[in-house]
């Protein structure tokens, strides 16, 4: 996702994706962003997966995505499969 | 079902060349016609002179993808993915494509996809070689349980006989894990790291092994691509419905007669019509397993009634999966049965994420003190929580696999579950389990 503005694309949306095989229940996360992220009984996270609408949230989440210090969050767009255009990086 | 019925059920179809089922060998079956079972795998002559020759090198790549797209076939591994959509996006994005044939069949009860390598092996690598052509792939992986001799031999001496084929096979021993077959897990082996399923933020058809497009299909997706490949999509959407065109093989377990025998459902019939011509299921059993250990129980009587199809099961929430059918008789205790599975299933957790690593073992202690009768209501309570919060947790459908099973059984065996967590007697044996519970069983 990197070199591309903070808003929003045409048609398409932000989501907050956790790799839970990532995360190791720092809890850092729930501190910075409560209103998307809450930790289970055993202190894993666990993210609400609705699109963020608005560019404050936005620039809240890309915050917590820098936060985490397993790297097991990040930002995505959501989009069919088959309609991402998806190209290799290399 | 009495015994009448099951005599009927047999005269229609012996007087059908064209049946709504049938096994290995039998006239108007897809996949499995052919030579019968005691003839083992049919070589590539046979084969050959069975169906014809197979000639990809003046199809265009693009006309194969339409011709899968217009056939509607869906992935026969549990997800019911289009492989359409697996191809179009390989093809969509460049590099090197590499096609994977996943017959690593990690469900303990199902057969299906050995019985394919075991006896159509050349049937299974002409799907691979038309889903190759079509994605622009020169490298074909068959991945495989070396431990299952049988199938392995016959999938090896089939690549042996294969010459001018425009695709290389490896072929490439899965470990015996459960999550094993997971498609990411699948990738992640093959770049020679642990089996273990991983959260992609790309499909694995765009961006799999080494970064290339890869196109992983199971067995017996392979199988269905390589007769459409000669008979068309017309043809194909003969068998099945609208909506999960194709015919479908099915796996029956637990109490049968043959358990691990494997049946083609090609027309509309019940799977009481199936559990009483292949199963030999006089009375209506206790419960059925329907798609795998991580499928969903359902009462025997309304099983009995239930169309065997894939669309029909996918729309009442309890899909087939892998093609698992697995009964239990009147005199099993359904909880006991299913806090076995959960944990064994609970010991198949890559170890990975936090909601599997800890959650699954509770949920399986918990379900085993009221198998024990050692639990009560607030226990019973306390599981629906615990398997609420798990569901849709993890990297990968283990642990959501596992807890709909959980709550299916404490669904359909609401009657045991009472009994257990009042602390009244079991009256069905307690060491009764009916189902295979080794996922490395060897064929």
């Not at chain 1, 055993?42 to 890309?62: H, K, M, N, S, Y």
């Not at chain 2, 169906?51 to 026969?76: F, I």
């Not at chain 2, 699948?186 to 089996?195: K, S, T």
Request: charged share 25%; proline share 6%.
């Amino acid at each position: 996702m990197t070199g591309r503005d903070e808003g929003h694309d045409e048609g398409r949306q932000w989501v907050l994706e956790l790799d839970a095989a990532r995360c190791d229940g720092h809890g850092i996360c729930l501190l910075r962003f409560p209103e998307r992220i809450a930790l289970d009984e055993w202190g894993f996270a666990e993210v609400q997966r609705e699109p963020i609408r608005d560019r404050a949230t936005l620039r809240r989440a890309r915050r917590v995505v820098d936060a985490c210090p397993e790297g097991a969050l990040r930002l995505v767009q959501s989009a069919p499969v088959g309609t991402l255009g998806v190209r290799r990086a290399t | 079902m009495s015994a009448t019925r099951n005599l009927e059920l047999e005269a229609r179809h012996a007087a059908s060349l064209e049946g709504p089922m049938g096994t290995l060998g039998d006239p108007g079956t897809r996949l499995l016609g052919g030579p019968a079972r005691e003839e083992g795998a049919e070589s590539r002559a046979a084969h050959l002179g069975r169906l014809g020759g197979l000639d990809l090198e003046s199809a265009t790549p693009e006309s194969l993808r339409q011709l899968v797209r217009a056939s509607g076939l869906e992935g026969r591994g549990g997800g019911q993915f289009p492989l359409a959509a697996k191809l179009d996006l390989a093809a969509a994005s460049g590099g090197t494509p590499l096609v994977v044939v996943n017959a690593s069949e990690g469900e303990p009860a199902s057969r299906k996809d050995r019985t394919l390598l075991a006896h159509r092996p050349h049937l299974v690598i002409d799907g691979a070689m038309t889903a190759a052509r079509a994605v622009g792939a020169r490298e074909i992986v068959v991945y495989l349980h070396r431990a299952r001799r049988r199938s392995t031999a016959a999938m090896v001496e089939a690549i042996a006989q294969r010459d001018g084929d425009a695709a290389a096979i490896t072929v490439v021993d899965a470990p015996p894990r459960y999550v094993a077959g997971e498609s990411s897990a699948v990738v992640g082996y093959l770049e020679g790291n642990g089996a273990l399923p991983r959260r992609r933020a790309v499909p694995v058809a765009a961006h799999g092994v080494h970064g290339q497009p890869t196109v992983v299909s199971n067995a017996e997706t392979a199988a269905h691509l390589g007769l459409l490949a000669r008979r068309g999509a017309a043809w194909f959407r003969e068998a099945g419905d609208a909506v999960s065109p194709g015919s479908t093989l099915v796996t029956l377990s637990g109490a049968v007669v043959r358990p691990g025998r494997v049946v083609e459902v090609s027309g509309p019939a019940t799977i009481g019509e199936a559990l009483a011509l292949y199963g030999g299921i006089a009375e209506v059993p206790r419960a059925v397993l329907v798609g795998g250990y991580e499928g969903t129980w359902i009462d025997g009587s309304v099983a009995m009634d239930a169309p065997l199809g894939r669309s029909a099961l996918a729309a009442c929430g309890t899909p087939l999966g892998c093609g698992l059918l697995a009964v239990m008789s009147p005199t099993c205790c359904g909880l006991r049965t299913t806090a076995r599975l959960v944990d064994w299933l609970a010991g198949e957790s890559a170890g990975q994420c936090g909601p599997c690593v800890f959650g699954l073992p509770e949920v399986a202690a918990l379900l085993d003190d009221l198998a024990e009768a050692r639990a009560g209501r607030r226990d019973v309570r306390r599981l629906r929580a615990l398997t609420a919060s798990i569901a849709g947790r993890g990297a990968c459908g283990h642990p959501t696999g596992v807890v709909g099973l959980v709550d299916s059984a404490l669904d359909t065996f609401a009657s045991d579950l009472d009994r257990h967590a009042r602390g009244r007697e079991c009256p069905y044996p307690a060491a009764r389990f009916e189902l295979p519970g080794d996922a490395g069983a060897t064929t």
